[in-house]
């Protein structure tokens, strides 16, 4: 009766940490469609908004961090469940870098407003997107234990590098072209890298979700784009 009670216990703090989690993933990611929009629009004030609604994400790492505390000091934990718990602890500091991320974004807009727009600025927000993805669907496999879907997340990393590449080109032949631009240019390269940095984190997180499900590294053919 009492192992059951634990093993209840435990079903309902850890369903409290991925709830967290998913929380926490979901600013992130309206943090990140939020930077984008405001760069578009040039949208200072929403810019603002969005480097204040980071705190947030903040308070709840800081739940996240003493609930997992709590969990691992409380109880003796089997090994998954004990990787689930880690995991957690670790995710949690990961998303609140995105927002960090979507954070320094937002900062760029005031620096870029004013200044005349220039095409490439319509392409980031396609890179933004799947950055945005990645996080959501990262998230969805802690949540499932889905290590399939950790890897795929990880597949889609290298696609964003491409985008980042192809970004990088655009912006550069567009600054040399056109010598005026070079500060706005300096600006969306910067943009675009913390997009690229936000693919990163996501993949860190797939690496910790495959195993705390698995128990298993994920394949370095895997991480590397590879096929599994």
Same mark, same amino acid.
């Given at each position: 009766?009492?192992?059951?009670?634990?093993?209840?216990?435990?079903?309902?703090?850890?369903?409290?940490?991925?709830?967290?989690?998913?929380?926490?993933?979901?600013?992130?990611?309206?943090?990140?469609?939020?930077? !984008?929009?405001? *760069? $578009?629009?040039?949208?200072? +004030? &929403? =810019?603002?908004? #969005?480097?204040?609604?980071? /705190?947030? !994400?903040?308070? *709840? $790492?800081?739940?996240?961090? +003493? &609930? =997992?505390?709590? #969990?691992?000091?409380?109880? /003796?934990?089997?090994?998954?469940?004990?990787?689930?718990?880690? +995991?957690?602890?670790?995710?949690?500091?990961?998303?609140?870098?995105?927002?960090?991320?979507?954070?320094?974004?937002?900062?760029?807009?005031?620096?870029?407003?004013?200044?005349?727009?220039?095409?490439?600025?319509?392409?980031?927000?396609?890179?933004?997107?799947?950055?945005?993805?990645?996080?959501?669907?990262?998230?969805?496999?802690?949540?499932?234990?889905?290590?399939?879907?950790?890897?795929?997340?990880?597949?889609?990393?290298?696609?964003?590098?491409?985008?980042?590449?192809?970004?990088?080109?655009?912006?550069?032949?567009?600054?040399?072209?056109?010598?005026?631009?070079?500060?706005?240019?300096?600006?969306?390269?910067?943009?675009?890298?913390?997009?690229?940095?936000?693919?990163?984190?996501?993949?860190?997180?797939?690496?910790?979700?495959?195993?705390?499900?698995?128990?298993?590294?994920?394949?370095?053919?895997?991480?590397?784009?590879?096929?599994?």
């Amino acid at each position: 009766m009492a192992t059951d009670f634990a093993a209840h216990a435990f079903d309902r703090d850890i369903g409290r940490l991925r709830g967290m989690l998913s929380q926490m993933g979901g600013l992130a990611e309206q943090a990140i469609h939020d930077a !984008i929009n405001a *760069l $578009q629009r040039a949208d200072t +004030a &929403l =810019a603002t908004q #969005i480097r204040e609604s980071d /705190k947030s !994400i903040d308070v *709840l $790492q800081a739940e996240v961090e +003493a &609930l =997992a505390v709590s #969990i691992i000091a409380g109880r /003796k934990l089997v090994d998954g469940d004990l990787r689930d718990v880690v +995991a957690a602890l670790k995710i949690a500091g990961v998303i609140e870098r995105i927002g960090d991320y979507a954070k320094n974004i937002a900062k760029r807009v005031p620096l870029i407003d004013g200044e005349e727009r220039i095409e490439p600025i319509s392409v980031i927000p396609a890179m933004a997107r799947i950055a945005a993805e990645m996080v959501h669907d990262v998230l969805d496999a802690f949540a499932a234990r889905d290590a399939q879907g950790a890897v795929l997340v990880c597949e889609r990393d290298r696609l964003l590098d491409d985008f980042y590449d192809g970004i990088f080109r655009m912006l550069v032949t567009y600054m040399v072209e056109n010598p005026k631009t070079i500060g706005q240019v300096a600006h969306l390269l910067f943009v675009a890298k913390n997009l690229e940095r936000i693919g990163d984190h996501a993949t860190n997180v797939a690496e910790m979700v495959y195993f705390a499900a698995t128990g298993e590294q994920m394949p370095e053919r895997v991480k590397t784009g590879g096929a599994a």
